[in-house]
């Protein structure tokens, strides 16, 4: 039976298998959405760890996808942020003490699952790809591939390219050596190139010191954030937290850890996320949840036991504990094109979920599913391909 709690440079290097995910979007929320970085980040830490403790096998914390991509891209409030964080929790509470989450969960068919577990790998992939070019929403903004390199490109091609072909070479080599893990190497070369071509962006201003978060550190929403978060953020993102966050989330962790993974029920994610997001909101942090995408990332990379939540849950806590906004300048040092070789992989160990399915139907419903993400969005794909997978269960119907 696998220990609860290991720790080793395994361990370690799963627990930052996920960062490709999740430092962008929070970055991305600091600086244009003007959210409270030491609030953000130590919420993230203690959520590593107090679900890695209470779950007992490693768990993913993530952004909130659909909230988090659209505030960025359309400039919205820290306040209507938080609002839709808040409306969130309320509505993971409802459904998750109710026991509605478990009804959603039992009629929601196996490939509806897989075909969420392959659509969100897709995109992880091809976000991965877009770091490594240097297309992706922040580095568009921010107008250049490498916003914190003081190089840009080595002759005629573009260093993120280098890096990451580099990085994926490197990872492919490395990724099933239990010496020497890949996503150790991968972030500690991404540092070490921060530290050489840098542009150590806020070392000047680095503190030692002891900061807290402030309970509140905004206004309390208005009545107007709540009602323009609901509509644009909360409505879009709930198809997607109950199918990549809850059911994908808890069927894959149950895959990789079998019955230690007895604690993650569909209710049990359902109220974690929930408790997350009012913490979340108080200390002026980011809507936050688990995922699929998130678990297979660390998984791929080491992670086996909660140690690995509490190694990354450390290292957010302590870090922003010590260095409080500063905290920035650090993680500036981890290059896009590295966080890309990090979604590459771990979206290509989620896609490889769906080679359980063998019968033509699933495969179809699977793959729909992904076609209908590309051309829309996650939440719709997994409403359709509910919907199509009970369709196809009549025998009239051929694929």
Same mark, same amino acid.
Request: glycine share 12%; proline share 4%; charged share 10%.
């Given at each position: 039976?696998?220990?609860?709690?290991?720790?080793?440079?395994?361990?370690?290097?799963?627990?930052?298998?996920?960062?490709?995910?999740?430092?962008?979007?929070?970055?991305?929320?600091?600086?244009?959405?003007?959210?409270?970085?030491?609030?953000?980040?130590?919420?993230?830490?203690?959520?590593?760890?107090?679900?890695?403790?209470?779950?007992?096998?490693?768990?993913? +914390?993530?952004?909130?996808?659909?909230?988090?991509?659209?505030?960025?891209?359309?400039?919205?409030?820290?306040?209507?942020?938080?609002?839709?964080?808040?409306?969130?929790?309320?509505?993971?509470?409802?459904?998750?003490?109710?026991?509605?989450?478990?009804?959603?969960?039992?009629?929601?068919?196996?490939?509806?699952?897989?075909?969420?577990?392959?659509?969100?790998?897709?995109?992880?992939?091809?976000?991965?790809?877009?770091?490594?070019?240097?297309?992706?929403?922040?580095?568009?903004?921010?107008?250049?591939?490498?916003?914190?390199?003081?190089?840009?490109?080595?002759?005629?091609?573009?260093?993120?390219?280098?890096?990451?072909?580099?990085?994926?070479?490197?990872?492919?080599?490395?990724?099933?050596?239990?010496?020497?893990?890949?996503?150790?190497?991968?972030?500690?070369?991404?540092?070490?190139?921060?530290?050489?071509?840098?542009?150590?962006?806020?070392?000047?201003?680095?503190?030692?010191?002891?900061?807290?978060?402030?309970?509140?550190?905004?206004?309390?929403?208005?009545?107007?954030?709540?009602?323009?978060?609901?509509?644009?953020?909360?409505?879009?993102?709930?198809?997607?937290?109950?199918?990549?966050? +809850?059911?994908?989330?808890?069927?894959?962790?149950?895959?990789?850890?079998?019955?230690?993974?007895?604690?993650?029920?569909?209710?049990?994610?359902?109220?974690?996320?929930?408790?997350?997001?009012?913490?979340?909101?108080?200390?002026?942090?980011?809507?936050?949840?688990?995922?699929?995408?998130?678990?297979?990332?660390?998984?791929?990379?080491?992670?086996?036991?909660?140690?690995?939540?509490?190694?990354?849950?450390?290292?957010?806590?302590?870090?922003?504990?010590?260095?409080?906004?500063?905290?920035?300048?650090?993680?500036?040092?981890?290059?896009?094109?590295?966080?890309?070789?990090?979604?590459?992989?771990?979206?290509?160990?989620?896609?490889?979920?769906?080679?359980?399915?063998?019968?033509?139907?699933?495969?179809?419903?699977?793959?729909?599913?992904?076609?209908?993400?590309?051309?829309?969005?996650?939440?719709?794909?997994?409403?359709?391909?509910?919907?199509?997978?009970?369709?196809?269960?009549?025998?009239?119907?051929?694929?």
């Amino acid at each position: 039976m696998q220990p609860r709690y290991k720790f080793d440079r395994l361990e370690l290097a799963g627990s930052l298998g996920d960062l490709g995910t999740l430092l962008p979007l929070a970055i991305g929320m600091i600086l244009i959405n003007g959210m409270n970085p030491v609030g953000l980040f130590f919420t993230i830490g203690l959520y590593f760890i107090l679900s890695g403790v209470y779950f007992g096998v490693t768990v993913p +914390v993530q952004p909130m996808k659909v909230i988090g991509a659209y505030a960025i891209a359309m400039g919205l409030s820290s306040s209507q942020i938080l609002a839709s964080g808040l409306l969130m929790a309320v509505v993971l509470l409802i459904i998750g003490v109710t026991g509605a989450m478990d009804l959603i969960g039992r009629y929601t068919p196996k490939p509806t699952v897989r075909g969420v577990q392959l659509s969100t790998g897709v995109l992880l992939m091809a976000q991965g790809v877009k770091f490594m070019i240097g297309t992706s929403k922040f580095q568009m903004l921010k107008q250049v591939a490498e916003p914190y390199l003081t190089i840009q490109s080595i002759g005629i091609l573009p260093l993120g390219i280098i890096i990451g072909c580099v990085g994926g070479i490197l990872t492919l080599f490395l990724l099933d050596n239990k010496k020497i893990p890949a996503g150790l190497v991968i972030v500690l070369c991404g540092i070490g190139i921060g530290i050489l071509f840098g542009t150590h962006q806020g070392f000047d201003q680095l503190r030692i010191g002891l900061y807290l978060p402030q309970i509140l550190p905004f206004e309390f929403p208005a009545m107007a954030d709540f009602t323009m978060a609901l509509l644009l953020l909360v409505l879009p993102q709930i198809p997607m937290t109950l199918g990549n966050a +809850v059911i994908a989330y808890a069927d894959l962790s149950r895959e990789y850890f079998g019955k230690n993974s007895k604690r993650v029920t569909y209710r049990g994610a359902c109220i974690s996320m929930a408790l997350a997001n009012i913490v979340s909101f108080l200390l002026g942090g980011m809507p936050l949840c688990h995922g699929a995408g998130g678990l297979a990332a660390h998984y791929r990379f080491g992670a086996r036991t909660a140690g690995s939540n509490l190694i990354i849950g450390s290292i957010f806590t302590l870090l922003v504990v010590f260095f409080g906004a500063h905290i920035l300048a650090i993680l500036y040092l981890i290059p896009m094109s590295i966080l890309g070789v990090l979604l590459l992989f771990a979206g290509s160990q989620l896609a490889l979920t769906i080679l359980d399915l063998k019968d033509r139907k699933e495969l179809f419903v699977a793959l729909m599913m992904l076609g209908i993400t590309l051309a829309s969005n996650l939440a719709v794909g997994f409403i359709i391909g509910i919907f199509v997978a009970y369709a196809l269960k009549s025998k009239k119907l051929q694929i």
